[in-house]
């Protein structure tokens, strides 16, 4: 270590992004974070506090994104950092079994209903591949069914797209992807009812399992219509196919019991099969989970021939910080609170773009929202991937630097969805309608 720093001025966004472009490929860690979608230069944040982040230059953001959603408490929670901190002082990591992994489990089961057992992970990517090699095993079949528009991490067999309208066997969105892996995986349209019945009319013995986003959020926000998901309960029990609800993004962030409870509530008994989580049951650390029947779960190693391994899987910060994070969420009155919050601020974006003639709707469930710039007033919300992707994204990228220049930081992307946390105030929602509304007619 040099015993002198250079004089530290302090380093710009734009000087960080080139100086990591030389040594992290283009300058980022994940791709969406290099701002490709809307153009500009990323903001390197120095800092994060309750609701808000601040860049390297000092600039400070109210922050809608919260680490793309485990930030559901704000930033820097109290009673969480306090569990990061006594959880590190008695090790990083051990390699052997902790009783803090079986606190963390009891509580997602005693939340989700549908789970009987669960198996820490480490990614949202790690426990969505784990939940489709789990399915297979456990069915003995080969075939999945994905949605368009539907992200579940970067698994080759589950990175497909679909072909516009028609169902399509898997054509790889990813170079590096063979075709022989996602031979397998056949994409549909997602709310699209008859491609639903057509693949099981045509394929259900064959059918492993169902993955499906039941609110996808790397779409901006779309539901998945009742009778959808009703259907694919029908047809998945029906034909001996599983039903994998990937709630790495809505699970406890929509509701304590995640977009599942959602359904629940609309469907008499709904249940899926198997469930993923991620993102919030970490706290912003990297934990993720995937969970099914106690006969589904039997089938994992040790027990079942089904292999599936981690060195640093249900590490013992990660899960300090999600069980504390686990424990403030499921206090009474978190999500009306946060709901009511989050509806608030996408009325103030909807009253904003009208004020200003533009056309917008959007939508929120618990903690997460969406909104879209549609063709023209009166038109309701996207139900599929190919009416997000017809939204005005020239609009969309305008209003996102413009908001980001006044100090509001949204997705960089029209299709992802936003997140509100606990420590977002009234004053941090009437500011963002002030700013919407001066971006929109600026
Ligand atoms: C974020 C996300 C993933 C991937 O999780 P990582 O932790 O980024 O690997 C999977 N599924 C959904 C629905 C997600 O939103």
Avoid at 269 to 282: L, N, Q, R
């Amino acid at each position: 270590m040099p015993s002198t720093t250079p004089s530290s001025t302090p380093a710009t966004n734009e000087a960080l992004f080139a100086r990591a472009q030389r040594v992290i490929p283009g300058g980022v860690n994940s791709p969406v974070r290099a701002f490709r979608a809307v153009g500009g230069t990323p903001r390197f944040i120095a800092r994060a506090d309750g609701a808000y982040m601040w860049d390297a230059e000092g600039k400070k953001y109210i922050d809608y994104i919260g680490s793309w959603g485990p930030m559901i408490l704000g930033h820097g929670h109290p009673a969480v950092l306090d569990a990061v901190h006594k959880a590190a002082a008695d090790g990083f990591s051990f390699g052997a079994p902790t009783e803090r992994e079986i606190e963390l489990a009891e509580a997602i089961i005693a939340l989700v209903p549908s789970v009987e057992q669960v198996r820490l992970v480490s990614s949202g990517t790690e426990a969505g591949m784990s939940a489709l090699r789990l399915a297979r095993g456990y069915t003995g079949r080969n075939k999945i069914i994905k949605f368009e528009g539907c992200y579940h991490g970067h698994a080759d067999a589950l990175l497909v797209k679909a072909g516009s309208g028609l169902a399509t066997f898997g054509h790889p969105t990813s170079a590096g992807v063979p075709a022989d892996v996602v031979k397998h995986t056949l994409v549909l349209e997602y709310n699209n009812l008859a491609q639903l019945d057509e693949a099981f009319a045509a394929q259900g013995s064959e059918i492993a399992c169902v993955m499906i986003e039941p609110i996808a959020g790397n779409m901006n926000f779309v539901r998945a219509s009742v009778p959808f998901v009703k259907r694919l309960r029908e047809l998945c029990t029906q034909h001996g196919a599983l039903l994998i609800f990937d709630e790495v993004m809505t699970g406890f962030r929509v509701a304590l019991g995640g977009a599942q409870s959602v359904y629940a509530k609309l469907i008499p008994g709904f249940k899926p099969d198997m469930s993923v989580f991620g993102k919030v049951i970490g706290g912003g650390m990297p934990l993720a989970a995937f969970g099914a029947s106690r006969e589904v779960m039997s089938r994992l190693a040790p027990l079942g021939p089904v292999y599936q391994a981690g060195t640093l899987s249900g590490n013992p910060v990660a899960t300090a910080c999600g069980l504390a994070t686990l424990k403030e969420i499921s206090r009474p009155g978190f999500y009306e609170a946060l709901a009511a919050k989050t509806r608030s601020l996408v009325k103030g974006l909807e009253g904003a773009a009208r004020d200003a003639g533009v056309p917008l709707v959007g939508d929120s469930e618990g903690g997460m929202f969406g909104f879209f710039f549609v063709a023209q007033p009166g038109d309701g919300l996207p139900q599929n991937y190919p009416s997000v992707m017809a939204t005005d994204q020239a609009r969309f990228n305008r209003f996102f630097h413009g908001m980001l220049d006044r100090g509001v930081y949204l997705a960089p992307a029209l299709y992802e969805a936003g997140f509100v946390s606990a420590a977002h105030s009234a004053d941090d929602i009437a500011a963002t309608s002030r700013a919407a509304g001066d971006a929109l007619r600026a």
